[in-house]
């Protein structure tokens, strides 16, 4: 099973963040045969981190969630919450699989919150700019919560219509980079 997991950082804890980032790598590597994506959200500055996105197999909810939760970041407070879902990789590949490498245009995460039927299950024509896009779905996979998508674009708007604007309640576009050791 497929989870898209979101820890959002707590303001202030940069300082943090920092201290930890040997031990959070540490505990990412223990992962490292499980994880479609990986990498950190930025402020409008580029530079300040406002999160982490990993994508990651595991096998049942109570995984992901021990994951997610047993994070050191997570245990000394470095985020100020966690998205986990159930995930669906339309793309059928990893990150470290994306044509366009690990560098070049701007990287985005485009995570739309679902509000009604399901919407943009199938995957737009855009897939050469797509590193890793797939619906969100609540734990037992029957309900549908929204999409998830990394990708490259040449700005914020053009990531955002990657997704049906009218099919969400919210859809947030933060700046992202490829993550990991690799």
Do not use: K
Request: proline share 7%; with cysteine.
């Amino acid at each position: 099973m497929e989870f898209f997991c979101y820890h959002r950082d707590r303001p202030g804890s940069l300082p943090l963040r920092e201290e930890l980032g040997e031990a959070h790598w540490a505990y990412m590597d223990r992962y490292e045969a499980e994880l479609i994506a990986r990498g950190p959200t930025f402020a409008a500055d580029g530079e300040t981190p406002t999160g982490s996105v990993h994508i990651v197999d595991l096998p049942d909810p109570a995984a992901a969630r021990a994951f997610a939760f047993d994070e050191p970041n997570h245990q000394a407070g470095v985020y100020r919450d966690v998205l986990l879902r159930r995930w669906r990789n339309l793309l059928g590949r990893t990150m470290w699989d994306f044509p366009g490498g690990r560098t070049g245009g701007h990287r985005f995460l485009v995570l739309g919150l679902g509000d009604g039927p399901a919407a943009d299950l199938d995957v737009p024509p855009c897939r050469d700019e797509l590193i890793a896009y797939g619906p969100l779905w609540s734990d037992d996979g029957a309900v549908w919560l929204g999409t998830a998508a990394l990708l490259r674009a040449p700005d914020a708007e053009a990531a955002r219509a990657v997704l049906t604007r009218e099919r969400y309640a919210d859809i947030e576009v933060h700046d992202w980079e490829f993550g990991g050791r690799r």
